[in-house]
């Protein structure tokens, strides 16, 4: 992957927490920390399991690990510059890259760190140092440090995934009867749901519990007046309208992305969106693009995303066990595949992805329709910038337009545009916190083909 190109795609500077007082501050002075903090607390209560499967070396290596992220808690806490990856996979070389690539933007003098240098690459950089701790340290290299979280988020919202499951089976028990307008709504309601999903990510609570408790349905009409921009009918237009573009009268075979974001509720969410799109003929192809490393506490790694449907099989609930079964056998027949790339776990802002992973942003041409959940989605598309409410989505995007796009968003970052004259100045009177509290929520559509 070549070096971070966000120059030459001009657009305001990156959030950073070199403003004292902002969310990028407040999150690298106290989120951060804690996140790492729970990270060594999880490893140290791993030590029987440990020490059960490899012995004293798993010991070992439980005490390096705590060692080496003690240090890089410490490197964040007191503003040291930020160091080279060592630990020889795919994409170190990658990342050092990019260090130097942000080294070359400060100058000599300056140093690339923690408060210094751009939110999103010192965060998502985090997360990479995670990885690389424990990656150096066998054999407890493959520990997922936030699994027991990610698990204990899906069990927590058990109620909440029985009545989305339960809906899900009346829904297609009676598709073929469904009108148009019928089908139009129902369309609508899932990409509601899988929007607000979007509200359970663990990052934002530092890893606290953060999980669906009521009816995900019953709550869509309450939650409308929150959805800052609603794009849904672009969306439907875009995937209905791309069954019918055969030009011998054929219909085409119709295939929809979906890059995840958080496991636990929000990825059945998306789940049963993409069940929807299969069981009524929208789509014949759902892909799905996940973490390759874990990433951001609660994002979807190919592990936690066999896990949920097999804990949705198993489940001991008619409608949630005969999801599983479908979601099993979509994967089975290739209906549903998993796909992670590594480009999906570096700080790039997503302008570069052509120029960086060429080869990811050419799978993403040949999709009809391209779903970005969560907000770290939006902020790599929107380059975490300074950007002015009112710039158009399309023009934030900078030449990113792989296919038609939506990003579903719940607010967790101060980032923001597309939005009316207006609007932000009046959010801001009213909620002074509306960009972070995870309380809005946008629908955003882009299309390469789409003037505005
Ligand atoms: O899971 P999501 O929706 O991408 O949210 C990740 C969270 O982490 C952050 O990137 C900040 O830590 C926020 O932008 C957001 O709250
Ligand atoms: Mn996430």
């Given at each position: 992957m070549a070096a971070n190109r966000a120059l030459l795609h001009g657009g305001p500077p990156p959030l950073s927490a070199k403003v004292e007082g902002s969310f990028a501050y407040l999150t690298v002075r106290d989120r951060l920390p804690t996140i790492l903090t729970r990270a060594i607390d999880t490893i140290h209560r791993n030590k029987n399991k440990f020490f059960e499967e490899f012995g004293e070396d798993g010991v070992q290596a439980e005490k390096r690990t705590i060692g080496f992220l003690s240090k890089l808690r410490n490197e964040l806490l007191t503003d040291k510059p930020i160091l080279a990856l060592c630990d020889g996979l795919v994409d170190t070389d990658a990342w050092n890259q990019y260090l130097r690539r942000q080294q070359s933007l400060v100058g000599e003098r300056d140093s690339v760190s923690w408060f210094k240098s751009s939110w999103l690459y010192v965060e998502c950089y985090m997360y990479r140092r995670i990885q690389e701790a424990i990656w150096l340290n066998p054999p407890i290299s493959d520990f997922d440090v936030f699994h027991e979280s990610k698990t204990q988020s899906?069990?927590?919202?058990?109620?909440?995934?029985?009545?989305?499951?339960?809906?899900?089976?009346?829904?297609?028990?009676?598709?073929?009867?469904?009108?148009?307008?019928?089908?139009?709504?129902?369309?609508?309601?899932?990409?509601?749901?899988?929007?607000w999903g979007n509200k359970c990510d663990l990052s934002i609570s530092a890893g606290m519990e953060n999980s669906q408790k009521g009816s995900p349905i019953d709550s869509l009409s309450d939650l409308k007046s929150f959805i800052l921009v609603d794009d849904s009918n672009m969306v439907w237009s875009a995937l209905s309208s791309a069954q019918k573009q055969g030009a011998d009268g054929q219909i085409n075979p119709v295939r929809v992305d979906i890059v995840l974001d958080n496991a636990g509720f929000e990825l059945v969410t998306d789940l049963v969106l993409a069940d929807f799109l299969v069981s009524s003929g929208l789509a014949k192809e759902v892909r799905f693009h996940g973490k390759s490393i874990p990433w951001f506490v609660s994002d979807v790694t190919a592990h936690d995303f066999q896990w949920t449907i097999r804990q949705t099989l198993a489940a001991n609930h008619k409608w949630m066990s005969k999801s599983g079964v479908q979601w099993h056998s979509y994967v089975r027949e290739g209906v549903w595949s998993y796909h992670d790339h590594p480009f999906w776990t570096m700080p790039h802002e997503y302008c570069d992805m052509a120029g960086d992973a060429p080869d990811l942003y050419t799978t993403l041409q040949g999709s009809n329709l391209v779903l970005f959940k969560g907000d770290l989605n939006y902020r790599k598309l929107s380059g975490d910038r300074e950007w002015e409410h009112t710039?158009?989505?399309?023009?934030?995007?900078?030449?990113?337009?792989?296919?038609?796009?939506?990003?579903?968003?719940?607010?967790?970052?101060?980032?923001?545009?597309?939005?009316?004259?207006?609007?932000?100045?009046?959010?801001?009177?009213?909620?002074?916190?509306?960009?972070?509290?995870?309380?809005?929520?946008?629908?955003?559509?882009?299309?390469?083909?789409?003037?505005?």
């Open positions: 899906f069990f927590e919202s058990q109620q909440a995934v029985i009545a989305l499951c339960t809906y899900l089976q009346g829904l297609n028990k009676n598709m073929d009867n469904l009108s148009e307008t019928q089908l139009t709504e129902q369309f609508h309601k899932l990409l509601q749901v899988s929007l710039v158009p989505f399309d023009r934030a995007l900078r030449g990113f337009q792989p296919a038609p796009l939506c990003s579903l968003r719940t607010l967790k970052a101060n980032v923001q545009m597309g939005l009316q004259p207006g609007q932000g100045e009046n959010l801001s009177a009213q909620d002074p916190g509306w960009m972070t509290s995870g309380k809005y929520a946008v629908i955003q559509f882009s299309s390469p083909h789409r003037e505005r």
